[in-house]
């Protein structure tokens, strides 16, 4: 190895290590551009979303690095305002048409710009942007193809540990990570606006909402059918989840017949809406074989409570709903305000338990 190749090389096993190290997309985003920064000697690298919106594709920074300072998305839940249109980069657009790895452009002022799609299959979601004042030199811009595809493998194999296997949606234990950092976010907006507003209400304003939905007599399905058809049921469930609500938000599956939906900066209006016309949809759906099926939903406004606490409160408003006549969203604390239910602190071994046959006398 020549004494010039060297530290190039130190370089790269430096930058492998810190990628491959990581556990988390945001860092993995962060080391990336770092990496990328470095090899090509670059004055600025941006990692921007592609996300398809009614106005057309449009372009989200979601981590980018300039003048050696280094930012990324909070991965709070909270919507990321704006984008440019895609529409004013026909480069990119080019590149994305001819499924290439690379695009080079060279800007009217001189200044260069590499675009580089992160295809996952044969979608990009996101793409680098890379800035220099002088052309890429062909050595580093392999070096830096290779370092990509460890940072594509590892942004996988992420994606893959956060996901439930049977339904693709996010698991239980990246319900953890998300709903932390949701919280964390509240908490800190809350002690923002300490001074200057009244206690936050959540009728009020736009916050953040935590619905647990059940599949209503799942069993049945599965005891008349098959497990078989259980599983497609489920599958199909998570589709229209992901269909009815909005790509910042988050769904999840808990287990069995149980999943989860974050909403973020909705209005209580909103948020009814939208988990009302949820439900709406599974009704309509045609299960094939099974027929109609029906869910119930739980939901609650997240305040800085733990996440015990927070589902809980959603799990007692869904049994509220379960025990009277299934096929419904109930919302905590309008049934608490109607005295129909007990506010209180939830162990966190609570079960609770739904007495069928007293639910059949019910309806
Ligand atoms: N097919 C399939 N069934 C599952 C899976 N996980 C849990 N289940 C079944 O889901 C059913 C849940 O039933 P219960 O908790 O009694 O509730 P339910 O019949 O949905 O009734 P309610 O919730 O009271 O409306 C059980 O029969 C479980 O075996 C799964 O991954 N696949």
Redesign the pocket.
Known sequence: MSAVQSPMMDSLLRHMIELTGQRDHNLLDVAIISAVHEMLEASQVRVLDIVPSEEGDMLRPRAWIRHGEVMAQDDSGQPVAGGTPMSGYPVLIDCLAQRLNRIEETRADGEHVLWVPLWQGDKAPACLQIFSTAPFAASTLNMMEGILSVYRNYQNLLEYSERDS?TGLLNRRTFDDKFSRMVSFNRAADEEQAQSLERRHPGDLEGQWLAVV??????????QYG?????E??ILVANLLRSSFRTQDRVFRF???EFVVLLCSVSLTDARNAFERFRANIEAHYFPQVGTVTV?LGFVAITDETPVVVLGHADQALYYG?SNG?NQVCFYDELVEQGLLQSGVVNADAEFF?D?AN?DQMR
């Open positions: 049977l059940d599949i209503d007599h799942f069993k049945r399905v599965n005891d497990h078989l058809y259980g599983d049921v489920l287990g069995g017949e119930s379960k299934r739904f069928d639910d």
